[in-house]
């Protein structure tokens, strides 16, 4: 069951300093009267409890910086928390749990693990998070702080599971290529592992992607394999379009007449010419065509 936070409202320190000082003067005064006058049993014991009272609420005052808390606690009781910065006056029973609201950086350790494909690959990320119910994180979570750090390590290995490195498929998600779908389900899943805790998270991103050092060169081989036959794809469709292009033009003004023969020549010119990875080298005809 979670552990609901109740925020409660304290005296000012402000107000209650000069009550407890006018107390204290007073009870100096006291005791300097009495013992002018002689001393009796009855007043040290009274005179000294009362003083016990001074001291023990001068220990009510705290103080709140802006985005801290202070979660109090009475004989093993939560009493609820204090989230208003200033000078605080409370209950001097109360044993305060100081926690900050600030938003928080957790650079994650970077960690081995394997895609969706099987394929070993490095992983670390950044997560943004802040508390936003002491009372959860104070005390249904053992150290909320180490709870999250591991929980960011489970979500990175589940997500990496749940995607592949890189895809040369439109519209199929990755690692490497999709890195906000990645983000929002990275942020989704930790927000649904940290709930306990009393923890939002703001922002969660890779810092760190690579393939592991054992297959980093056979995969670099064959990224630079899989854009080579892209790239040779883009340009074999472009010159096909192109020589397309160019009989249809012939063909339509009648500049030239080509039987099957030499129409398949002239194909396989222009396509040598605008396919090859280097410049062509013309050769001028000077006799006839049918030559």
Same mark, same amino acid.
């Given at each position: ?6 925020e409660i ?5 402000w ?5 407890l000082i ?8 006291w005791f300097v009267?009495? /013992?002018?006058?002689?001393?009796t049993?009855?007043f040290i014991?009274?005179w000294?409890?009362a003083?016990?009272?001074w ?6 005052f705290f ?6 808390a202070?979660?109090?606690?009475l004989?093993?009781?939560y009493?609820?928390t204090v989230?208003t ?7 001097p029973f109360?044993?305060k749990s100081r926690v900050?609201?600030? !938003? #928080? $950086?957790?650079n994650?350790?970077?960690i081995k693990?394997?895609?969706s494909?099987?394929?070993p /690959?490095?992983l @670390?990320? +950044? ?6 119910n002491t ?5 249904d979570?053992?150290e909320?702080?180490h709870?999250?750090t591991?929980?960011c390590e489970s979500a990175?290995?589940h997500l990496?599971? !749940?995607?592949?490195?890189d895809?040369?498929?439109d519209?199929?998600?990755s690692l #490497? ?5 990645v983000s ?11 709930h306990?805790a009393g923890?939002?998270i703001d922002?969660?991103r890779?810092?760190?992607l690579a393939? @592991?050092?054992?297959i980093a060169?056979?995969?670099?081989? #064959?990224?630079?394999?899989? @854009?080579?036959?892209a790239?040779?794809?883009r /340009? ?6 192109m +020589?397309e292009? !160019?009989?249809e033009?012939l063909?339509r $003004? ?6 099957e023969?030499?129409?398949a020549?002239?194909v396989s010119n222009?396509l ?8 062509a080298?013309p050769v001028?005809n000077?006799?006839?065509?049918y !030559?």
């Open positions: 069951m979670l552990t609901h936070e109740n409202k304290t005296i000012s320190g107000a209650m300093l000069p009550l006018g107390a204290g003067v007073g009870l100096t005064y009267e009495i /013992i002018a006058t002689g001393p049993a009855t014991i009274v000294t409890l003083m016990i009272i001291a023990t609420m001068l220990c009510g103080t709140l910086q802006p985005n801290m202070a979660v109090l606690i004989f093993g009781r009493a609820g989230k910065s200033g000078f605080h006056w409370a209950n109360f044993s900050s609201l600030r !938003a #928080r $950086n957790l994650a350790d970077r693990v394997n895609d494909r099987g394929n /690959i490095e @670390a990320a +950044v997560i943004v998070w802040r508390v936003t009372a959860q994180a104070v005390f979570v053992d909320f702080v709870y999250v591991i929980q990175l290995r990496a599971s !749940a995607y592949p490195y895809t040369t498929e519209g199929q998600l #490497r290529g999709s890195m906000d779908e929002a389900t990275l942020t989704k899943e930790l927000q649904d592992r940290v306990l923890v939002r922002d969660a890779l810092s760190h393939y @592991a050092p054992e060169h056979a995969m670099l081989q #064959r990224q630079q394999a899989e @854009a080579i036959v790239a040779r794809t /340009i074999v469709d472009g010159a096909v379009g +020589v292009m !160019a009989l033009r063909d $003004n009648s500049t030239v007449k080509l039987d023969e030499r129409r020549a002239m222009l040598v010419v605008l396919c090859g990875d280097r410049a080298q001028v000077t006799g006839t065509l !030559a």
